[in-house]
């Protein structure tokens, strides 16, 4: 058992120490403040500082929807807003170009209010929100399974309206879950790489994302790959230790 | 659970013993190809395979990433590059044997079938709006479609209208194929008959045109059959290269 557990520990922290191992460390500061780093991190910051917005945006609705109604057909829509956490990220990414491109169902409508997605910062953010807006519904269908309905109850029977306990006690009281499947959802939007690159394309300061630069690096310069790869190991950790195993109801 | 797990190890022994059987000769060589290349040699490993009984298992790729692919120990026994500077790479490391050049391309501009920005010429590429794909520096066709754009004197203007650095030329194809982009620089031989439909193609004047020379050769090391399959390329193969556009050498 222990062996196993080992062996599972060992799965992951060996890619990492062939990073370290690997690293052209000399190269580091260099590296790190080249335009391509530097260009790549902005970049990845906005793109999944925005696809978390856009996320909490649709995903609370739905995660309410789904873990408070019932309709018919309420398990075909949960498989859908859960279907991009297993759909191969180049299938959403085409998926995309089909509603959102210049050709797609709604391209022409959505060029005609002046926006456009492809090739531009807003289509890899939006891009990476489609992966990653299921963890927020899954994060609020979470919560509200472990909810105390009787406060809701309680304040109902004080005469609040439904909008008004949904306000003030509901999402107050799921504020945790919530915040920790936002972090997921972040987390997940700062490594995403297929659909970004089918959807948005692939240009610095534009819509190279880190996950794009170290895809392009590892073409011609591996060890500049690895360095950018570290930062997004770094950057991950940090996020998961920050969240102590929150999302897991492990918290410690 | 430790009966099946003891039955799966003296299952895998027991394939390992009939493998060791076998004649040492390989029944499969790997090659790795450029993808701008794609379609000319899926169809000479299938002539090759029919003729010298060796399963060709092939791995398309952008060359630079291909070069490096080898460089960390993949495991090819043929590599085709689309520019003599990737396959110096791999003839430092590893090595190689055999090399020498099988074929030549010229690159085009590409538009959309309908050609929504109105692109007629190279010069156009540079007009400012045009959204432009092109692959990324360090991809040959990306670096030969720089060299062409400062051949035609609108390095400047028409880098300005890039909007996407893709991976490898397949990738701009697609790109302009679905009307996302309004011009892209490919090979000529990229014009396939899968998306001739979806593309309306301008040929690039002789002057600023860039002659992309593609390399082959087998890896140090490599088994009998891949020095066979660079001989098969270099021979009956040009038949099919020149078919899909290429020139020859």
Known sequence: ?252 | MKVRAAFLVAAMLSANACGSDEPAAPDSITVFAAASLTEAFTQIAADFEGQDGTKVRLSFGPSDGLATQIQEGAPADVFASASPKWMDAVAEDPGVVDRSDFARNLLIVITPADNPAGVDSVDDLGRPGIKLVLAAEGVPVGDYARELLGNAGIADEALANVVSNEDDVKGVVQKVALGEADAGIVYRTDVTTAVAGDLGVIDVPDSDNVVAVYPIAALAGAPGPARGFVTYVLGPGQTVLRDAGFLPP
């Open chain 1, 1 to 252: 058992m222990i062996a196993l557990a080992v062996l599972g520990a060992a799965f992951v922290l060996l890619p990492v120490a062939g990073l370290l191992a690997r690293a052209p460390w000399e190269r580091t500061g260099e590296l790190l403040t080249s335009d391509v780093a530097l260009e790549g991190a902005r970049v990845s910051l906005i793109v999944s500082l925005g696809a978390a917005a856009l996320s909490l945006l649709v995903g609370v609705p739905l995660g309410l929807l789904l873990g408070r109604t019932s309709f018919p057909g309420r398990t075909v829509v949960r498989a859908l807003a859960l279907l991009p956490l297993v759909l191969p990220p180049v299938v959403a990414g085409i998926g995309l170009l089909t509603a959102f491109g210049r050709r797609g169902l709604l391209g022409g409508p959505a060029r005609a209010i002046g926006l456009e997605l492809p090739f531009t910062t807003a289509g890899a953010a939006v891009a990476a929100a489609f992966v990653s807006f299921p963890f927020i519904v899954l994060a609020v269908e979470a919560g509200l399974r472990s909810l105390d309905t009787r406060l809701e109850d309680a304040a109902a029977s004080l005469g609040a309206s439904k909008w008004y306990v949904l306000r003030k006690v509901t999402l107050p009281l799921l504020a945790p879950q919530i915040a920790a499947g936002a972090v997921l959802a972040w987390a997940r939007a700062l490594g995403e790489f297929g659909a970004t690159i089918t959807f948005a394309g692939n240009f610095r300061g534009e819509t190279q994302t880190m996950p794009l630069a170290v895809f392009e690096a590892l073409q011609s310069d591996p060890g500049a790959a690895t360095i950018l790869s570290l930062v997004l190991v770094v950057l991950s950790l940090g996020v998961l230790i920050a969240l102590r195993g929150r999302f897991v109801g492990v918290g410690s």
